[in-house]
């Protein structure tokens, strides 16, 4: 879910993950069995691991501990018999990216589903590795293992490995290194699918060439499926239509199939009935449960997170406890850093003395202030909230979310996995649009794309921190009081995404909802202190970079527009006053609209800009904290009512230049990007428009 | 005695067989993917607060499928309780 330089980045294209001197191995496994934790574990690296299904949906690379192996990382996959884009990508590198070794990562607690994909792995014919992980969690459980049995079944290497403990890290590095078998265990099909297969594969023997095992593209042409069977033609460079002994073999082999009975429906059944039949097979005996299979606490805390009464209840209090933490825990090292920019500006001040007032004023008044506000007021809340969130994350909650919230997705014709992209979106909007690749159907993904900048961001979290606490919350229980405006707001936030949605998808995006699975991973106790230090180190310093990148030229910019002058008025006064008839409509000034226009690149810089161009108006202003700026801005005329409306379009208004470009890259339509700029864009400002007049005609 | 019905009304804590998968293309694909095939053994450990969807445990896996998805399933359950 994490703002990084990686999800937010180009991401990893299959294309880019270049093959280095030594082998290339794949890591493949159903969604959810740890494979990027077994990642991180093998390569040191720090890709964002989260209990639920489909986190990973771009291919991550790096390079193993033996500093040769190039590992990739695949999304997570039932089969190879795709479905979504993730799913796709994932199975095209399996089959055409020509891994030396490809480590089929399997869930113990799960071990006959996870079978299935090996045995599809083996049959396109790969050097498979088998790793059966999270055995800590399958021992718990009373799940036990015979690994050996399990290799001598399949005829491949198989190795225990519980990858957040680093058990089995060596054995399965070694196993890698010694490159896998690609002699495994081959499933048998119903005769008349076999005798079908042989004969298509007779024909596609000396046109494959040995390039990919003749067999498997068989099987896959007898239900032809048109994605693989693009892969595979731009894999092997010739048109299987344009084949017509091919096209003729496969039309009599399909004839054959059906005399039998096997329509492409049977036919689909008929072979994975076959691969779960064996996989069954060679799981028989060697998986034993000491206990009644599936977890009772599990179960019990589903029946809390879940249940008809506790569910949305349970929602809210988890909601508003993360806020209340994070704008309790923001005041202390808020005020801490505020006093160390103080002292800092004061050295920079009598640093400059000699120096021109207009460098002075450029650096100390323009870029430093508006950078040491960025850091002090807004980086704090984002810094807490974001490793509490990652921990339900850990935990296995956001897809119980998804669960109760299906419902409601669904009558606005929407994915119920909407609600998991939504979650996303929280912590970073970008991170939530390139997440909608989970939603298998195109018209869904784009419903959620399109909506997703209407829950607030990180970002945008500070702002109305700060909205809240100097104008609306007062008094003794004032975080609580903070809290609860701010699950307000939130929940605000998640009722425009369903308008929006319900909008879309009754106009723009017309369908009906299709068809919805959704995987319920086991509670896990998340692990606090990797979280906490990872989203830290991580996190926090790339965020810190790239508001700091953003805030320094929009820091200077703002101070030449104030200090500018054009026919005896600033520059600045000039574009307020453009700006001025439109904000008043919607209860904010020029200024505040200004400065939303300016803080386009990151969002958390909208405020300290709005600062900036208030204090460069004349006004003596010290650094201070939120109580100093309450005073500067009711000096500016703010009210509760300016208040509001700051945070009604800081909720609503258009994605920052980063979910922007990457609407852009993921829808591939610059029309709809311009739609989902322009849809929070009208919500927010008819928001704000009808609060003033009602405030107006009520007050 | 057995009785035959739809997978999506099974009530939570019932147990049964699935005898046939009837679904488009796609739904298929996804539910043999899952494990979802004649034989297998389900049972229904949930209902998500609007009634719809509801969570079956298949195969270990604990899955969440939409009412209007599950029909297509028909599963045997033994009348009088759980499935032995």
Known sequence: MGLTSSSTGAGAALSSLARGEGPLVALAGNPNVGKSTLFNSLTGMRQHTGNWAGKTVVCAGGKCRDGLTALVDLPGTYSLMARSAEEEAARDFICFGEPDTVVVVCDATCLERGMNLVLQTVETGARVVVSVNLMDEAERKGISIDLPLLSERLGLPVVGTAANKKRGRAELLEAIAAGGSSGGMRVRYPDAVEKAAARVEAVLEKRVNGRMDARWLALRLLDPDPSLTASAERFLGFSFFADEKLRTTLAEARLGLLREGLDPARLREAVVSAILAAADGVCAGAVSFKKERGSALDRRLDHLFTGKLTAYPLMLLLLAGILWLTVTGANYPSELLVKGFERLERLLDSALSGAPWWLRGALVDGVFRVVAWVVSVMLPPMAIFFPLFTILEDAGYLPRAAYVLDAPFRRCRACGKQALTMCMGFGCNAAGVVGCRIIDSPRERLLAMLTNSFVPCNGRFPTLIAMITMFCAAGRAASAASALMLTGVMVLGVAATFAATKLLSATVLRGTPSSFTLELPPYRVPQFGRVIVRSVLDRTVFVLGRSVAAAAPAGLIIWLAANVTLGGETVLTHCARFLDPAARLMGLDGVILLAFILGLPANEIVLPIAVMAYTSQGSLFGLGGLAELRSLLAAQGWTWTTAVSVMLFSLMHWPCATTLLTLRRESGSPGMTALAAALPTVFGAAACILFNLAVRLLG | ?84
């Open chain 2, 1 to 84: 005695m057995e009785r035959q019905i739809k997978m999506c009304s099974l009530r939570p804590g019932e147990r049964a067989e699935v005898v046939s998968v009837e679904a488009e293309a796609r739904m298929q694909r996804r539910f043999l993917d899952l494990g979802l095939a004649e034989g297998t053994e389900i049972e229904c450990v949930g209902r998500s607060p609007a009634g719809d969807p509801s969570a079956y445990l298949i195969r270990g896996a604990v899955i969440a499928i939409r009412a209007s998805d599950a029909a297509g399933v028909a599963v045997r359950v033994r009348e009088g309780g759980k499935w032995a």
